[in-house]
Antibody
Framework: QVNLVESGGNVVQPGESLTLSCLTS????????IHWVRQAPGKGLEWVAV????????HYAASVQGRFSVSRDNSKNTLYLQMDRLTTDDTAFYYC?????????????????WGRGTLVTVSS | DIVMTQSPDSLAVSLGERATINCRSN????????????LAWYQQKAGQPPKLVLV???SREAGIPDRFSGSGSGTDFTLTITSLQAEDVAVYYC?????????FGQGTKLEIK
């Protein structure tokens, strides 16, 4: 079955960097864009970033633009979220999410599978 | 960016009664290529990732009970749960997937009265 497992969450200090991983299985990763979504403890969901199926196209939320970078290694079935210059506002659970892929049109839409998330805490 | 606004922020409904959650976008999320609205609803229970409930504003995902239904088009959408069950207690989010950045509503906390 489809599975996404995030890892790499940790406690870091403001200004530090951290890289999260998302290991996937149960589907052909190279066909899918993959998104990152975060959720501060007790707060709502915030879309963070997306990387295209081949890694050549990326998009970011304004709140992380210039500090976060998404990449992927399809041969390892793994996605990465590199987070630099972290602030306390980046404290959150980080989820990777797979979109539904319409094979007839090639479009990808809503998130139909999510990982369980990994917690990043930025604190001095 | 498209702003999604849900109402109410919280809701308490008696078991067996109807719950209604609204979601409004500040611009249309209608996708002309398939004549559908790019609006999904998610259910999130404590300590769990979001679970997909409805897509294209009104289509239930596999395994979702038929007491869950969605309506609306363009900019105004509604999630309705008829005959509320205890297991429906959760936070519900709408999501627009019409354009990047994808945006969520702020969430509606549904509780039992």
């Amino acid at each position: 079955q489809v599975n996404l497992v995030e890892s790499g969450g940790n406690v870091v200090q403001p200004g530090e960097s951290l890289t999260l991983s998302c290991l996937t299985s149960g589907f052909t990763l190279k066909n899918y864009f993959i998104h990152w979504v975060r959720q501060a403890p007790g707060k709502g969901l915030e879309w963070v970033a997306v990387v295209s199926h081949d890694g050549k196209e990326t998009h970011y939320a304004a709140s992380v633009q210039g500090r976060f970078s998404v990449s992927r290694d399809n041969s390892k079935n793994t996605l990465y979220l590199q987070m630099d210059r972290l602030t306390t506002d980046d404290t959150a659970f980080y989820y990777c999410a797979r979109p539904f892929f319409d094979t007839l049109t090639g479009f990808q839409y809503y998130f139909d599978h999510w990982g369980r998330g990994t917690l990043v805490t930025v604190s001095s | 960016d498209i702003v999604m606004t849900q109402s109410p922020d919280s809701l308490a409904v008696s078991l067996g009664e109807r719950a209604t959650i609204n979601c409004r976008s500040n611009q249309s999320v209608f996708f002309r290529s398939n004549n559908k609205d790019c609006l999904a609803w998610y259910q999130q229970k404590a300590g769990q990732p979001p679970k997909l409930v409805l897509v294209w504003a009104s289509s239930r995902e596999a395994g979702i009970p038929d007491r869950f239904s969605g309506s609306g088009s363009g900019t105004d959408f509604t999630l309705t749960i008829t005959s509320l069950q205890a297991e429906d207690v959760a936070v519900y989010y709408c999501l627009q997937y019409f354009t990047l950045p994808y945006t969520f509503g702020q969430g509606t906390k549904l509780e039992i009265k």
